[in-house]
């Protein structure tokens, strides 16, 4: 199932800070104009790499569950302890992990939550928050020592201020705005995800991304995302953007809840027009890298190049790739039995007005194609940005969101994605017994150009402006004994990337279940921005108390 969250970053270490300095993501840090070293009122920036963090929230005090909800139900805001909510809230996507929080409390508005922020320092609790609980691997869970859910669902209202731009609180979700867009013909101008039903604070969080960012970039980039309204863990209501407190603007966006609870966003918006989906059929991954090639090296590359791999013998990936390309797949593999995996290289284009562009013309230039969809697709923007909608629908129907999902994704530099093609065969995991009868694996090859490290610092890209490839495997298993062997090989596979090839993980997905007081993975899938995040930890988290369902530090 296409439900790509793609990359949730950041952490560390708390400690005490006087707040007055500026961290430049993509330089050094600067006390107030001078160098770290030199800032006489900021004795920790002396030690920022050894500072270690606080033991809970509210300043290393015990936390004290009966007086944080007796302080917040006395201003009303809505506080729950009770089994059944806390139960509700005990699991996320993944279900490889329950943990149980001590409360929960739904906000309604900005105040509430600088409220719930300041009772949860005064009285030691530390706190997460989380929409629609779309994480794999725990992170939109508590930790496992406790702590409190502040569930944004509240805080949903979607309305347009002014003309080209719509304000998103952070427990809509994408449907929302695209519903009330529709009627305006227009649409976010970012790449959204390939699932509507990520809300705007996660997809800020994680750096939710999709086929149409690589056209218009990805869900937490510049224009497209106008500016974030923020409560810190230090309990400041505090609007964020590349011109306002932008260390916050770089801290927050894929910032896994580390530095502040988010309240609103702004988005650009533009005119809807419609799109035509070509697919065609390669043999290799360094076909598909050709094409990819010529077509972003056209002066109006497409808006989505998409491509899953597929077992053509069986037919995975049917609700992606359609009844028409299945049949031609089995065709192909039926003509030649030794070739079983195939690309689907799913091609979409904007067009403006009634004509839509012409195949020949989309398809010039590219060669070694295998075989060819017959009928291409033409729909609204609209329609294709809910293009995974039916199927999704279809399997929550069957229960496939009771089942446990496993989720193995990273990048890799366009230079060496062949020869991850072929050590590792993804493929393979498309006839694995362990998956769910509920709904077949799915592995996902593809490729995305990276932003420039200065306009979003925790992409943690180490290779500006080149084509990078996401690999990704997700898979429903049959039962928790499956779903533990299946996330040990994918750990072992995260490894050999990182080792082998430099490669990146999804933190959104499977991460490592070490501590980080010490450093960790994340002290080097971080490079070169880990004393920042560091610094920006203990600046607007300074008692440690957000985010603790990712167990970063």
Same mark, same amino acid.
């Given at each position: ?10 952490l ?11 961290i430049?993501?993509n330089?050094?840090?600067?006390c ?5 070293k030199?800032?006489?009122e ?21 936390? %004290?569950?009966a007086?944080f ?6 201003q ?5 302890? $009770? ?21 929960? =409390? ?7 939550? =600088? ?8 009285h ?18 508590? /930790? ?6 502040v ?39 970012v ?17 939710v991304?999709?086929g ?10 510049y ?7 923020v ?10 953007s590349?011109?306002t407190?932008?260390?916050?603007? %770089? ?19 533009r ?40 077992? /053509?013998t069986?037919?995975?990936?049917v609700?992606?790739?359609g ?17 079983? %995996? ?78 991850? /093609? $072929? ?10 017994? +362990? ?17 420039? +490290? ?10 500006d ?11 429903? =298993?049959?039962? /928790? ?10 750990e072992?596979?995260l ?9 990146? +993980? ?22 070169? =921005?880990?004393?920042?995040? +560091? ?16 167990q970063?530090?």
């Amino acid at each position: 199932m296409n439900l790509r969250l793609v990359s949730l970053l950041l952490l560390l270490v708390a400690g005490t800070h006087c707040g007055k300095f500026n961290i430049v993501f993509n330089n050094d840090v600067q006390c107030e104009g001078q160098s770290e070293k030199q800032c006489p009122e900021c004795p920790q920036c002396q030690e920022c790499d050894d500072c270690p963090p606080q033991g809970g929230g509210g300043n290393g005090n015990t936390p %004290d569950i009966a007086a944080f909800i007796q302080a917040l139900q006395a201003q009303q805001i809505e506080t729950t302890a $009770d089994q059944a909510a806390r139960d509700a809230h005990s699991t996320d996507f993944g279900l490889l992990e329950t943990r149980v929080p001590d409360a929960v =409390v739904s906000p309604a508005n900005a105040n509430e939550v =600088v409220a719930i922020v300041n009772a949860a320092r005064q009285h030691g609790v530390k706190l997460v928050a989380r929409s629609t609980g779309y994480s794999w691997d725990g992170q939109s869970l508590v /930790a496992p020592t406790g702590g409190v859910i502040v569930s944004t669902k509240k805080l949903n209202q979607v309305s347009q201020p002014r003309a080209g731009i719509v304000k998103a609180g952070s427990g809509a979700i994408w449907q929302d705005v695209l519903d009330f867009l529709q009627p305006l013909g227009e649409v976010p101008a970012v790449g959204m995800g390939d699932f509507t039903g990520i809300s705007i604070g996660g997809s800020i969080s994680v750096g939710v991304t999709g086929g149409t960012a690589q056209r218009y970039g990805p869900s937490v980039k510049y224009p497209g995302l106008q500016k974030i309204v923020v409560v810190t863990g230090a309990g400041d209501l505090l609007e964020a953007s590349p011109t306002t407190n932008k260390d916050l603007w %770089d801290s927050v966006r894929l910032g896994l809840g580390q530095f502040g609870i988010i309240v609103e966003a702004e988005y650009q918006t533009r005119a809807m027009n419609n799109v035509r989906t070509i697919s065609v059929i390669f043999e290799t991954l360094a076909q598909v890298r050709s094409a990819y090639q010529v077509l972003y090296g056209r002066p109006n590359p497409p808006l989505a190049i998409e491509n899953p791999a597929v077992d /053509a013998t069986s037919g995975l990936n049917v609700f992606t790739v359609g009844p028409e390309l299945t049949t031609i797949l089995q065709g192909l593999v039926a003509g030649n039995p030794s070739v079983q %995996d195939y690309y689907v290289f799913s091609i979409t284009e904007e067009y403006d007005g009634d004509t839509p562009p012409d195949p020949a013309t989309m398809l010039a230039g590219i060669s070694d194609i295998v075989a060819q969809a017959p009928t291409p697709i033409d729909r609204s923007y609209f329609e294709y940005l809910n293009r995974l909608t039916a199927a999704i629908t279809s399997a929550r129907a069957v229960g496939f969101f009771d089942s446990p999902h496993i989720a193995l994704g990273f990048w890799v530099r366009d230079s060496v994605a062949d020869r991850v /093609a $072929d050590q590792l065969q993804l493929p393979k995991y498309l006839r694995d017994p +362990r998956s769910s009868a509920l709904s077949t694996p799915t592995v996902y090859i593809t490729p995305s150009l990276t932003a420039p +490290r200065r306009d979003i610092p925790l992409t943690r890209w180490q290779w500006d402006s080149e084509v990078v490839w996401d690999f990704q495997v997700v898979m429903t =298993v049959q039962d /928790a004994t499956a779903a533990q062997q299946v996330a040990d090989e994918f750990e072992a596979i995260l490894q050999q990337m990182l080792e082998d090839f430099g490669g990146l +993980r999804y933190a959104a997905y499977l991460v490592p279940e070490d501590p980080l007081a010490g450093g960790g993975w994340p002290a080097l899938h971080f490079q070169p =921005v880990w004393k920042q995040v +560091r610094l920006a930890k203990n600046k607007y988290d300074p008692d440690n108390m957000l985010g603790g369902g990712a167990q970063m530090f």
